[in-house]
């Protein structure tokens, strides 16, 4: 079983739709979770963050935490083309310095 | 959110050459870094920690000798390849964490090998 688990998709969603990704993690000691976009040929960029259980939103975007389900979450409300993209989720454990383990992915497409 | 360069962004070498990648964090002291590799239609892998003023650690299988990492003030670490062949053209990109965990990426080199 890999560390953290993404569906690679793609994920296909009209203009205007929710977009929801979606990340299981295996080791329940992972304290932070993050999501990152990737847009073909550049370097991941941070969206969101979050650390406790419950939901967190940042304009369109949400980020849902689930530990005892091992799960967290990353909706989009009004997707729009420029969102099509690789989202990953990536977490992280306390004991270990920071070091972040990626899932392999989500690609999104959002058609007008 | 936080700014981290990196330079070159593209370099072209030939074979048995070495390629020294520079990464930077403009706005911020970033204790750590890391460094890692990303081949096309794959995730991120993290090839190495980097911390300032001492060794970097490095993931399995990563040759250490290969991959010389120096991370030797609070805003930069650099990224030797040494002797490198085809097999290591690839999309290098580091990351500097500022706070606890947050980590920011810089832009990214892509390497390609003759």
């Given at each position: 079983?890999?560390?953290?688990?993404?569906?690679?998709?793609?994920?296909?969603?009209p203009e205007g739709a929710i977009a929801s990704l979606n990340c299981t993690y295996s080791d329940r000691v992972s304290q932070s979770f993050f999501w990152y976009r990737q847009y073909s040929g550049k370097s991941p960029e941070l969206i969101m963050s979050i650390y406790s259980n419950g939901d967190k939103e940042d304009g369109r975007f949400t980020a849902q935490l689930n530990k005892a389900s091992q799960y967290v979450s990353l909706l989009i409300r009004d997707s729009q083309p420029s969102d099509s993209a690789t989202y990953l989720c990536a977490?992280?454990?306390?004991?270990?310095?920071?070091?972040?383990?990626?899932?392999?992915g989500t690609e999104?497409?959002?058609k007008p | 959110g936080a700014v981290v360069s990196q330079h070159p962004s593209r370099v072209i070498c030939k074979s048995?050459?070495?390629?020294?990648?520079?990464?930077?964090?403009?706005?911020f002291q970033a204790t750590t870094m890391f460094w890692y590799r990303q081949f096309p239609k794959q995730s991120l892998m993290l090839m190495a920690t980097s911390n300032e003023g001492s060794k970097a650690t490095y993931e399995q299988g990563v040759e250490k000798d290969k991959?010389?990492?120096?991370?030797?003030?609070?805003?930069?670490?650099?990224?030797?390849?040494?002797?490198?062949h085809p097999e290591d053209s690839s999309f290098y990109?580091?990351?500097a964490r500022r706070s606890q965990e947050t980590q920011y990426f810089g832009p990214g080199t892509r390497l390609l090998v003759l």
């Open positions: 079983q890999k560390e953290v688990e993404q569906n690679s998709g793609p994920l296909s969603v977490v992280s454990r306390y004991n270990q310095g920071g070091k972040l383990i990626f899932g392999q999104l497409s959002v | 048995g050459t070495s390629v020294k990648i520079e990464c930077r964090s403009l706005d991959f010389l990492i120096n991370h030797a003030s609070l805003t930069l670490s650099t990224l030797t390849v040494t002797s490198a990109i580091c990351s």
